[in-house]
């Protein structure tokens, strides 16, 4: 819960950036939906760490600490965008956005399931029933969403290679 808060965090980042960054309408109305079921996951997230007196995280992005021969190592967790790709999507604007925003959350979104599998996977995880439902919920949201944004980046880069064809019409 911990680590996908900051997950989350990075996803709500990504898709606020749409509407001053020339998104398309499709785009900007995903990165509504985005905004709105990451944060009620959050709160959600913050709430059951709450309720076992666990700490709560900030939703901020932040890399994973991790302790390797006796040295604290950062890590992003599975689908989160470097700092690079983040600088270059802030610094797309229309089209060269959308495209970069979709592949961008289709990589976020991957990572999110990869984390939701092992999570699943992992024997005795995920006997209490809220985290069940939880991560079967994150698993079939993103997955469908991860459909919708092929199809969207499938349309934006047809469109942009007609637009550039010499048989196109202005």
Do not use: Y
């Given at each position: 819960?911990?680590?996908?808060?900051?997950?989350?965090?990075?996803?709500?980042?990504?898709?606020?950036?749409?509407?001053?960054?020339?998104?398309?309408?499709?785009?900007?109305?995903l990165?509504?939906?985005?905004?709105?079921?990451?944060?009620?996951?959050?709160?959600?997230?913050?709430?059951w760490?709450?309720?076992?007196?666990?700490?709560?995280p900030?939703?901020?992005?932040?890399?994973?600490?991790?302790?390797?021969?006796?040295?604290?190592?950062?890590?992003?967790?599975?689908?989160?965008l470097?700092?690079?790709?983040?600088?270059?999507?802030?610094?797309?604007?229309?089209?060269?956005?959308?495209?970069?925003?979709?592949?961008?959350m289709i990589?976020?979104?991957?990572?999110?399931?990869?984390?939701?599998?092992?999570?699943?996977?992992?024997?005795?995880?995920a006997?209490?029933e809220?985290?069940?439902?939880?991560?079967?919920?994150?698993?079939?949201d993103?997955?469908?969403?991860?459909?919708?944004?092929?199809?969207?980046?499938?349309?934006?880069?047809?469109?942009?290679?007609?637009?550039?064809?010499?048989?196109?019409?202005?």
């Amino acid at each position: 819960m911990t680590h996908m808060i900051s997950h989350h965090a990075q996803a709500i980042v990504m898709a606020t950036m749409a509407p001053t960054h020339g998104a398309s309408a499709a785009v900007q109305t995903l990165c509504g939906r985005i905004i709105n079921a990451q944060h009620d996951e959050i709160v959600l997230m913050q709430n059951w760490l709450r309720d076992r007196n666990q700490p709560v995280p900030e939703a901020k992005p932040m890399p994973m600490k991790m302790v390797m021969n006796g040295q604290v190592m950062e890590m992003l967790m599975p689908g989160m965008l470097s700092d690079e790709q983040m600088k270059q999507l802030d610094a797309a604007h229309g089209t060269d956005f959308d495209k970069l925003f979709l592949r961008g959350m289709i990589q976020h979104h991957q990572g999110a399931i990869a984390m939701v599998q092992q999570l699943l996977g992992t024997p005795g995880a995920a006997q209490d029933e809220a985290v069940f439902k939880f991560a079967n919920n994150v698993n079939v949201d993103q997955n469908t969403e991860i459909h919708r944004m092929q199809q969207m980046l499938l349309v934006t880069e047809l469109e942009t290679h007609t637009a550039g064809s010499p048989n196109s019409k202005p």
